[in-house]
């Protein structure tokens, strides 16, 4: 009090300080209120364990580009959740960007993950010959689990030929997905080339379009 009638005193206007001090305030304000909630976030998640060290999981993109983040929670601590992406790199996600996104955690009660593939094969080919060819090229990709069993069925007729779904499941989601995928897709295409089984370009369509022979 005394401090302040002295500032009085000497003519100091209190007005700027009244104005510094809310101006203060509010930044203090904000600050705790990321604060604690990244801290009462963290200390939630280490209680629901919905997602924990060691767990694979893939979050929409903090800075808005759309692009996921997909790696292995390396550690928790009360301001982030650290995880390491593919390339190496680390990202540090603020506990409260955590709480309010979707997460997908590819390894919450186990680490089976399923997989789908499409190969496309021409109308002509033995069909049931196809289908035992790709189920045996996915067994011998060393990534791919044999239980549950590797299966192949037709899902559609294209104009450009038949279209066999593969799913398989792999346990080790933390070296990648679309690699997995890429291994499976080289084997049937490996296979389908050695028994010569045709697999049709994708179908170009030339369209006439109407000229304006007024312009």
């Known amino acids: 009090i005394a401090f302040f009638v002295s500032l009085d005193t000497l003519g100091v206007d209190l007005g700027a300080f009244a104005l510094f001090g809310g101006a203060l305030g509010v930044g203090l304000g904000f600050g705790l209120r990321a604060m ?3 801290f009462l976030g963290g200390f939630e998640l280490l209680m629901d364990k919905t997602i924990k060290p060691g767990d694979v999981v893939s979050v929409s993109n903090t800075e808005g580009s759309g692009i996921e983040i997909f790696g292995q929670v390396i550690a928790m601590n009360n301001r982030c959740v650290i995880i390491r992406q593919r390339d190496g790199r680390e990202r540090m996600i603020p506990n409260e960007k955590i709480l309010t996104q979707e997460i997908m955690n590819w390894s919450f009660s186990n680490k089976l993950v399923r997989q789908e593939v499409y190969i496309r094969v021409g109308h002509k080919s033995d069909m049931e010959k196809v289908r035992e060819i790709l189920i045996d ?3 011998t990709v ?4 044999t239980m549950p069993a590797p299966n192949a069925f037709i899902k559609e007729f ?3 030929g038949t279209v066999f779904y593969l799913r398989f499941w792999h346990n080790d989601p933390e070296d990648g997905v679309n690699n997995v995928k890429g291994d499976v897709q080289m084997a049937a295409w490996k296979a389908l ?3 010569g089984i045709e697999i049709p370009p994708p179908q170009l369509r030339l369209v006439d379009l109407p000229v304006d022979i007024s312009s």
Do not use: G, L, V, W
């Open 158 to 160: 294209q104009e450009n």
């Open 193 to 195: 080339r050695d028994n």
């Open 142 to 145: 060393p990534r791919a689990a």
């Open 137 to 139: 090229c996915i067994k």
């Open 36 to 38: 604690f909630s990244n």
